[in-house]
């Protein structure tokens, strides 16, 4: 089976007369909007490698076909890249057809890169080199997810703010210290825009539909989704073993927020409760109501699972891990992991996910 992902061809829509499949289908949602003239349509392209996530693709590109759809004609336009123009396997074994190589692609507003399982993959010097000649020529990048891994290997989110999904950001910061990579599901750095993956790909878009034609707009391409609320830059990714933190006391959320920020320097009980007002026994009464354990042993089960991210995601000297987690002895650190995970750190470095 064959996916195909293009630019839109509905130009028939946009006259006003729909194909005759598609003629029992309720007609677009009107929307108060009134776009500047002078708005011609964007284009963008999406640079996709082996294993990409075809959910975190099909989240970008579906949110500006929506918006298409509501805007009555085809304002935004994608169009899809690989290192040679072959077709690609994304994670989920569907294959996609692709557009162009790198060394032909379009000009566009925006070339995303989209990254799944590795970073590793044939004609990877290719993605790079096209990458770093992108940015020197002033053009805007982006990423979905993994992507922005490449962008930091062809040094294009040098002295840019950005994000990663979750999972790979412990990894991402060990390896290029000197970019700053918040936990938020997007961030939007002058001429680098990117996101953490999965439905962060639709806030992301939507932010860029906000731009153009304002939230009405944005709104209702989210009520397309039932995406029930857009985040902003602002809002996090999940910061711990619980991974929804939704309705929970503010204090609890701040005190696990700073938790997960600080991992290789632990903060102490006395300096968790003042950061929330809050006395030490109140902080400890908020944990177990809400999370059913002690502050300490959440904190714990935070440094460790940092831990295991290292050892799945870099290379780095077990002992290296131990200390970038808080943990003093080696010994106590094996002993630790064992108790969370059932298997010793070595262990862990040896299996391959």
């Known amino acids: 089976m064959q996916v195909f992902v293009g630019q839109p061809t509905n130009s028939r829509l946009a006259e006003g007369a729909a194909p005759p499949n598609l003629r029992t289908l309720p007609a677009p949602v009107e929307v108060p909007i009134t776009p500047d003239p002078s708005l011609g349509g964007r284009q963008f392209a999406f640079l996709l490698v082996d294993k990409f996530s075809m959910f975190s693709l099909a989240a970008a590109i579906d949110t500006f076909r929506s918006a298409n759809r509501l805007l009555g004609r085809d304002f935004y336009g994608w169009t899809t890249v690989s290192a040679d123009g072959d077709a690609v396997m994304a994670s989920n074994g569907l294959p996609l057809k692709i557009d162009y190589s790198v060394a032909d692609i379009p000009p566009v507003d925006i070339l995303f890169v989209s990254v799944g399982l590795t970073t590793e993959f044939p004609g990877k010097s290719k993605v790079l080199s096209a990458l770093r000649s992108w940015g020197r020529r002033g053009g805007k990048l982006g990423a979905l997810s993994v992507g922005s891994y490449l962008l930091a290997e062809a040094g294009q989110l040098d002295g840019y703010r950005c994000t990663i999904h979750w999972e790979n950001r412990a990894g991402f910061m060990e390896r290029f210290p000197e970019i700053e990579c918040t936990g938020n599901v ?168």
């Open 186 to 353: 997007y961030e939007i750095d002058r001429k680098r825009y990117t996101c953490a993956g999965g439905t962060t790909s639709i806030d992301l878009m939507l932010e860029i539909v906000r731009t153009d034609f304002g939230p009405n707009l944005a709104n209702s391409v989210a009520n397309q989704f039932q995406h029930e609320r857009i985040r902003s830059a602002g809002d996090r990714q999940r910061v711990g073993p619980e991974r929804d933190l939704t309705g929970k006391s503010e204090k609890l959320k701040k005190i696990v927020e700073l938790m997960a920020d600080n991992l290789d320097e632990p903060y102490s009980a006395v300096e968790l409760a003042k950061s929330a007002g809050l006395s030490v026994r109140q902080v400890e009464r908020l944990f177990l109501r809400h999370l059913n354990m002690t502050p300490g042993r959440y904190y714990m089960r935070l440094r460790l699972e940092r831990a295991r991210e290292l050892l799945r995601q870099t290379n780095m000297p077990i002992l290296d891990v131990a200390i970038a987690t808080g943990f003093t002895s080696h010994s106590y650190f094996a002993q630790s992991y064992r108790l969370q995970f059932g298997r010793p750190p070595s262990e862990e470095r040896r299996t391959t996910y």
